[in-house]
Each structure stands twice: as structure tokens, then as C-alpha cells.
């Protein structure tokens, strides 16, 4: 027996053999079927058996079977979908058969073990299920069950080579889609190409996160970005977003969908998305520059060109709330609102990480500190671009524009203001400042010790190792002396008072406590979120802020013993 699903009061078992290849055995189910019940029918295909009580069943008959059939399946697990007996057939025999469906097995096992597809997800790997393929000569798209929640389809690629099937980018794989508007897939579904015909070809990767996948590509002669999410549902709200913002200008426009459908016709969401590639600079590169001009002259004041590129995207964010986001409603709501956000994150942090009596110490400074903002007033709600970073911000010249936004962004009537988003660049400028500091000092640090691939990574790597896994013990820290020695300490206030011009030049006028709050609440989303992830290098960052937020003048013992010690980070790898 492989499984049994339960949806309602409908119950499904299925039967093979194998425990691995999990062919379909239509005549075990047979003998199951000839001695059971009534009530119970097999499914066409044979291989599952279906288990229902009479529809006419009254509550009390009901409420007897929920309490015989016991709380696990209380919760209802909702029937998945079920591939036809067969269906991931490699021209070959039975055994070919056999082999490909439990390669395809191994793989989706393999990658989502790997963290690549769900991070969080502590998950047996039996428990993998393929629901549908698609074969593409050499590639095979996936569509698996995620364990834990089973609800949601992980959407995984891998190439054939050398008789062996091998993790694939999901982004590449879907390059020759664009040649044909409908793919059957092996279970019956349809993956289908919504935009211009023609062809679609690879120019470089971008990026490959645990959500996403993302090629530069060429659509016929439109340079373009390619953008295939790791779980199918997730594209809906960007290409929501993306669509209504069209007009603003301050986003690309879609130009293909690539979208499925379950056969049931129970799951319809875009695979990926096709956007125009914006042209320009990353916003990043740009205040990178202006970080190290302020450096080399000793002034952290900002020059006439960076105020005027800071005054043009925070007109941009303005311009993004102003534009009219269905269904935009203008509105204010208190600020204590958006208190159980920031406590639930600070309980994250709390849960993931064996502190030391610092570190809780800061973080009950932080709750306490975010009630008695949230006691003082309400917050302009509207749209907002919900995941501002420096390299969602693309600069071309005088024109910005923005990529990526986040599923809150503007969709609801409770949507956050733009001082969200002020707040969330006010913090990707505090980041990028010091991990370049950190960075910078750490190189020549590394420079006496032979260590010849002095690249950002081999840092931030020595970094981390140093700071999360303290061979030595809980006395010393490497950061400290990094960013604190004599030489460095000139650096670290130009740094400082770099950073505050960039904010204030950003959000303009008096920050006041909602500005306050939400960059307090945006510090911890970045905790929880590297902290969750096992981050650590970029959780690191995010203590060092909260301790200099918290605890100002504490002359960096804070930081330094705040930072939790190695050990309870490993459980999380
Ligand atoms: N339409 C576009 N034009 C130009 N550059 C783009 C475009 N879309 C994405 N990029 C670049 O590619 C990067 C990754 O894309 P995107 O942010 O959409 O994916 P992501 O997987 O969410 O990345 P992350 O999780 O790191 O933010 C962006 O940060 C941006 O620099
Ligand atoms: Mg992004």
C-alpha cells in the first residue's frame, strides 16, 4: 500500500509494488476490492481503491467515523492528483520504465533535500511524489509534492546524461517552449505558451534563489528576463502586480506567460514568467561607488549627482504608490497593526537559535521598543512595492525602475505605505555599507595569510567561520577587531554618516516613529529570515544593526556578545 489521501469523507488507497519504482498494481487492489465492503470502489485505473460512506450519512454517523478514523486525518489532506499507470514512459522496456520514474523520484528527493526548492522543510525522502512530467528531448520538467504540505507542487527540471538524470536550471529547461502555444504533459495536463511566437534563447543566468529561477534571455528581438518559480501558484501575484503596474512605466512588461494546467483542471498557475529586461544599473553598483568616493575623501556628505539619483527613485517609490494598483484605496490604520508581525519574527529568532542571555536581552529591547512605537499613532496605507533591495532598483539615466515586487504590494486595502519601502531601502543601504566595511577589512586581513582566492566569497566564508564556529570559544570574535581597530575606525563613521545621508535623502523630512517602526520590523524580517536560513554571514549583519539600534554607546560589547555562538546553528544546515 503506498498511500492513502483523504479528502472529506472520500478516501483514496493505493496500491503497488516495489517500494521504490511504485508501479501501479491494479490487481492487488482487485483482491483488496473483492473482499471488502460496500461503499468501496476502484478508480479507473485500477490501482487505487475508493473508500466513501453513503452521501445520505447523518452528522452523528459522521462525527463516529471522524473519531474511528482518528485526528491525522481530521485534517483532510486533499487528494492529489494521480498520474495515469504508465505515464513516465522512456521509450524502452519495463525496466526503463522502471528506472526513469524512480530517477525522477531520486532527483525531485535530491534537489528538494538539497535545499535548492524548500529550505525549510525537514522531509522524509520516500515521501517525495512525482504528479506530472513533461520531456523536453534531454529535459524533464517536474511536478512533485513538497512533504509537509502537500498542498503545493514543486516545479523541478533535470537533463538525461550519460543514462543518468542530473539537475537542470528549470529557467533553461523552459527555453524551447516558446516554439508551440500547448505541451501535453505525461499526466494529461497542458503547459502552454501565452506571448510571441518564435524563438527564445539563453544569453546568461542571473540568479537561482530558493523561490526562483532567473536567465537573461533573447525573445526574438526583444532582450528579456526569464523568471520560473520554484512552487506553482507562486507567479500569480507578479504577474498581477506586474500587469496592473504596466502603465506606470515604473515596471517590465510581461511579454509571455508560460502557464499550466493539472488535467483536473485543479491547478492553473503560471510556471514562469517572460518580463522585458530593463536596461541600466543596479542600484547597488551605483551607491557602491558613492561609498567608496566618501572613503577616499574622508566626507561622507553625498555629491550633487548622487542627491539628485537618490531624489529621483524615492520620487520613483512615491510615483509607485501614487499609480493606481487595484483595488487602491488610500487609508490609514494603527500602528499597533503591525506589532504581532514583529513579535512573531522576534519568536522566530528566539525559537531558531539557543541565544546567549545577550542576545534575548536585545531582542526583549526590540519588542519592548516596537509596542511603544506602536503606541504612538497610525500609518498611510497603499501600495508599495513590498521587497525593495538594491538590485530591485534598475537606474537608466533619469529613468528607474523597479522589479520583483512582492505579493503585498499594493493588492489590499491594508497594503503598507511607502514608508515600507523606504524602510526597506533605508536597511539594504545599512547592509550593503557594512558588509563592504566588513569585507574590506576582512581582504586585507586575509592578505597576510596566504590566501589566494581572495574573492568576496572566501570572505564572507572566513568571516563566517570565525563568527559561527569559534574554534577558540565564546571570548572571541573576529568581527569585532575587523571593524573596530584603529585604522578602521574613521572608516566606520564616514560609513555611518554616509548611510544616514542616503536614508534621509531617501525618505526626506522627519522620519517619525511609523518610519521607526517599520524599519525596526523590516531588521527583524532580515533575522529571521538569514536566521531561518542558516545564513548566518547576513544574520550577523542584521545583529550588528539591531545591537547599534538598541543598545547605542554600548561601544560594541553588545554586538560582540549579542551575536550567538556556533553549535545551535548547525542543527538548521
Ligand atoms: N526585468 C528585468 N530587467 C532587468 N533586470 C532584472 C529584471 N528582472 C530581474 N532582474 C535582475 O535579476 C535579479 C533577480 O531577479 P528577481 O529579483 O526577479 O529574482 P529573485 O529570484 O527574486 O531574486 P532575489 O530573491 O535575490 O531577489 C534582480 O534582482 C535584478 O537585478
Ligand atoms: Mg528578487
Excluded at 72 to 98: I, V
Amino acid at each position: 500500500m503506498a498511500e492513502d489521501r483523504q479528502a472529506g469523507l472520500l478516501c483514496g488507497i493505493e496500491f503497488v509494488t516495489g517500494s521504490d519504482s511504485r508501479e501501479p498494481a491494479p490487481e492487488l487492489a482487485a483482491r483488496a476490492l473483492a473482499r471488502a465492503a460496500l461503499g468501496v470502489r476502484a478508480t479507473p485505473g485500477g490501482q487505487i481503491i475508493r473508500l466513501a460512506p453513503p452521501f445520505v450519512i447523518d452528522e452523528a454517523g459522521a462525527a463516529r467515523r471522524h473519531r474511528e478514523v482518528g485526528p491525522g486525518h481530521q485534517r483532510g489532506m486533499p487528494m492529489r492528483p494521480c498520474p495515469a499507470p504508465g505515464s513516465f514512459l522512456r521509450p524502452g522496456g519495463a525496466t526503463e520504465q522502471q528506472k526513469s520514474h524512480q530517477a525522477l523520484r531520486e532527483l525531485a528527493a535530491g534537489m528538494l533535500e538539497h535545499g535548492r526548492a524548500y529550505p525549510r522543510t525537514d522531509f522524509d525522502r520516500g515521501k517525495v511524489s512525482i504528479t506530472d512530467s513533461l520531456r523536453l528531448g534531454d529535459t524533464v520538467l517536474l511536478w512533485a509534492t513538497v512533504p509537509g504540505q502537500p498542498e503545493r507542487l514543486a516545479f523541478l527540471a533535470g537533463r538525461w546524461q550519460q543514462g543518468r538524470l542530473v539537475p537542470a536550471s528549470t529557467a533553461t529547461a523552459m527555453l524551447s517552449l516558446a516554439g508551440r502555444a500547448y505541451w501535453h504533459t505525461a499526466a494529461g495536463g497542458t503547459v502552454s505558451w501565452h506571448g510571441p511566437r518564435g524563438r527564445l534563447w539563453l544569453v546568461e543566468k542571473v540568479s537561482g534563489t530558493a523561490t526562483n529561477d532567473v536567465v537573461r534571455v533573447q525573445l526574438g528581438d526583444a532582450p528579456a528576463m526569464l523568471k520560473a518559480y520554484r512552487l506553482i501558484g507562486d507567479g500569480w501575484a507578479e504577474h498581477r502586480i506586474l500587469t496592473a503596474a504596466a502603465r506606470s512605466q515604473l515596471a517590465p512588461r510581461v511579454l509571455a506567460v508560460i502557464g499550466y494546467s493539472h488535467a483536473g483542471g485543479t491547478v492553473q498557475a503560471p510556471l514562469a514568467l517572460v518580463t522585458e529586461a530593463l536596461t541600466g544599473q543596479t542600484l547597488d553598483v551605483l551607491l557602491r561607488r558613492s561609498l567608496e568616493r566618501a572613503w577616499q575623501t574622508g566626507r561622507s556628505e553625498l555629491s550633487d549627482t548622487d542627491r539628485a539619483l537618490l531624489g529621483r527613485v524615492s520620487q520613483a517609490v512615491r510615483a509607485w504608490h501614487g499609480s493606481p494598483l487595484p483595488p487602491h484605496r488610500a487609508a490609514r490604520q494603527p500602528l499597533a497593526t503591525r506589532l504581532p508581525e514583529v513579535l512573531a519574527d522576534i519568536g522566530a529568532v528566539r525559537r531558531f537559535l539557543g541565544l546567549t542571555a545577550e542576545g534575548h536581552r536585545l531582542l526583549d529591547l526590540a519588542a519592548s521598543r516596537a509596542a511603544t512605537l506602536c503606541a504612538s499613532g497610525d500609518l498611510g496605507t497603499g501600495p508599495a512595492h513590498g521587497d525593495l533591495h538594491l538590485s530591485h532598483v534598475l537606474v537608466d539615466g533619469s529613468q528607474i525602475g523597479f522589479v520583483d515586487p512582492a505579493a503585498s504590494a499594493g493588492l489590499s486595502a491594508s497594503a503598507p505605505a511607502p514608508l515600507e519601502d523606504f524602510a526597506a531601502l533605508r536597511r539594504a543601504v545599512e547592509c550593503m555599507c557594512l558588509d563592504v566595511h566588513v569585507t574590506e577589512r576582512a581582504a586585507g586581513w586575509l592578505a597576510g595569510k596566504a590566501d589566494p582566492g581572495r574573492t568576496r566569497r572566501g570572505v564572507s566564508l572566513a568571516l563566517q567561520a570565525a563568527a559561527w564556529a569559534d574554534p577558540v570559544g565564546p571570548g572571541r570574535d573576529l568581527w569585532a577587531p575587523l571593524i573596530h581597530d584603529s585604522q578602521s575606525a574613521a572608516a566606520a563613521r564616514i560609513a555611518d554618516e554616509w548611510c544616514a545621508n542616503v536614508g534621509a535623502t531617501l525618505a526626506g523630512g522627519d522620519p517619525g516613529p511609523a518610519a521607526d517602526l517599520l524599519y525596526l520590523a523590516r531588521l527583524m524580517h532580515d533575522l529571521r529570515y538569514h536566521t531561518e536560513r542558516a545564513r548566518t554571514y547576513h544574520a550577523g549583519l542584521a545583529w550588528w544593526h539591531l545591537s547599534r539600534l538598541l543598545m547605542p554607546g554600548d561601544g560594541g560589547a553588545a554586538e560582540r556578545t549579542a551575536v550567538p555562538r556556533g553549535g545551535q546553528i548547525g542543527e538548521y544546515h
